[in-house]
Each structure stands twice: as C-alpha cells, then as structure tokens.
C-alpha cells in the first residue's frame, strides 16, 4: 500500500522549533516523517506547542548531556549576570554614590540595603566559581595551541581593563563632567554595557568551544546558579528601589521620569528570568552528576 | 464512538499495548490506537510519551533505514503493561461485577 505524503506546514515547523535542541535532534526527523504521513492541522501544532513547555522544563533524562547542559548555563548566567550587574552599577552610581541618603519611604531604605548586600554576595560567588573555569580554560587553550579561543578568554580580563583605563583617561581630561549634562553619564554607560557585553561573551565562546569537563566546571555550574539568584535578589530589589522613587520621592535624582523606571523594571525582570532558570538548569545538571 | 471517558485513558499505557506485539514506528503506533483501543493520540502527546517511555527505559528505539525509527518494549516495559493491566483487569471486574448485581447489567 503506497503512502500518502504531504509536507508539514510551516506552522508545524515553527511549533517543533519551540522544543530543545537535544529534543529536535532526537525526535525532530521522526515527527516530521509521522507528520508528512499523518497530515497536520491546527490541533497538531498547539499539541506540539504545547509540549514543548514540559521538554524544556523537565527533558527527558537520556537526551540530557549533563556536562553540555552545565556549560550552557554558565555561559548563559555569565552573560545575563554582567548585564545585572551593569543595570546594578547604574542604579548605584544614579541613587547611592552622589551622596544623598535614601529618601522617602523606609522600603526603599531596605532594598538599598539587600541590594548592596546580595551584588557583594554575587560578585564574589562568581569570582570564587568562575575563576577556576577560567583559568583551567586558558591553560587547555595553551596546552592544545587554541589562540582563537585564547583571546576570547583574555577579553574577559582586557576589555574591562581597558574600559576602566579609558574612563579614568577621560574624567582626568575632562575636568568637569558635570558641566557637559546627562551625556557623559549615558556614554559610560553604554560604553560600559558594550565592555560587559563583550567582556561576557568571550569566555562564553572560549567555554562552548574549548568544552571543558571535571570539576571546575561543576563548581562554575554551581556558582553561576547563587549568582543568578543573588543579582536576581539584586535586581529585583533595585527594581523595587526605583519604583518606590517614582511612587514616594519623585523629585529625587532624577526619577520623575516614571517612564525609565518602569522601562527599567522591564530589563531587569526579563534578564533576572533567563538567568534564574538558566542558573536553575544548571544547578540541577550539577547534582545530577553528583548523584551519580 | 468514543466514550467521553476517553479523555483518561493513559498515553504512556496506550502506547506500550500498542508496542506489546512488534515493534512500530510513530504512525503505526498512532493508526493501531485509533483502530483497535478507539483513542486519538495527537503527533505531540505520542512523541512526549515516546520520549518519557525511552528515558525510563520502558521501550527502545531500533535501527532504521528512513526516518521512519520503529520502538520496541522492553522487558521493563512488559512487567509493567502487565502489572497495570492486571490492576485495570481487577477494576473492569470489581465495576462490571458490582454493575451486574445492582442494576442487571450484563457487559459489552
């Protein structure tokens, strides 16, 4: 008996893209070929999205390689947590840094407060868990004659570097920044994010090419979940600060535009929620492989 | 016709009586449940359930020429189609036992 067969919609291909990459690559064939057998319809493609939320929330455990995952999610936290940080950096220098004391009401006295103490938690919690990574990174890069990848590593440490020496160059030239406005202050920061960004990026490259394994990459797996989690703290608690500026002490720093505020919030919960669940993930991979 | 009760019949169960006597792929699986146990199992639901049986071991997939991959059960999968079919056996005769005696009803 010959086969009827007719192409998936592209409807149907754009619900299988929703699932995981392991996921596609194991069973993304198969459903196509059932499909091109078994037609597809409206009630095919919400099936299919609809569970591609439990593939990605809890995978399949034999399409799950632990080690890709935790390097993933080291990547993934490491890029969303500098950009936490650098949203935390402007807040601070914006509310705590000008000298003023927190006004208005005592909420916002708190989240100054936690949100202090959880981006010191996360600074060092990255440290102590991505500096080992790090270093055994480079030294596989030398050891295997890797120099692309060694650049990548060495951004990490050079594109800061060389942001914070351009900074210092310019407030010693520029006498008084103050005078040139808000201008400044948004140069830095884009620049700033720019440095983040890259400085971010590069081990992230350098960490899914080199492939490191062993228990460096553990301990990094690990640490980037409690950094995720304390910039999220962080973040959140920023957040709240800004919002209780524009609701309870309008006239304060600049925060009477309620529009930035929010704008703000936005950034802030979006990049806090894909470095929680990445950071999630990863945790999750780490004690995986633990329990074995 | 289907039974509106069909909305609880179990994926996962449905899918290792389908496998208990050859192997099949995805579609043969889909047709042999709408055919002979009268369920309609969405492209969606059958994959996350293939992708549920293989983690816990429960089936496996064969070498295969096409894309077409066929699953087989296996040995844990066939204890536990039958330690849950015995349980449903001893349901389906506790419910028709008690449906005869109270209201003369005599089965399908």
Known sequence: MGRRVSRPGPLTSLALMLYPPAWRERY?????ALLEEAGSGPATVASLAVRAVPAWMNPPRHL????ARMRASVGTVLVAWSALTGVGAVFVQLTQLQGFRAPGHPLIQWCYLIFDAALAVSVLTAAVGGVPLWLQMVHLARQQRRGRELTWLWMAVVVPAGYMAAALTALTVVHDPEASGSWWFAGFAVLGFAAAGLASAGPAVALNRLAPEGPAVALAAAAAGLAAATVTLAGLA???????LCLWATSFAGYHHADLAWAYLLVVVAVAATATVSGGRGIRATFAIAAR | MTNRLDRWADPPLLVLASL???PKHGYA?????AETMSVRLTAGTLYAVIARLEAVGLIEPLASADRRRPYQITAAGRAALAEQTARMGRVASIAQARLGERYGWAGA
């Open chain 1, 28 to 32: 993304g064939d198969e459903v196509h």
């Open chain 1, 64 to 67: 799950h390689d632990r080690g």
């Open chain 1, 238 to 244: 920023s957040a709240i600060a800004a919002a209780g």
């Open chain 2, 20 to 22: 208990a006597d050859e």
């Open chain 2, 29 to 33: 699986i889909l047709r042999d449940v």
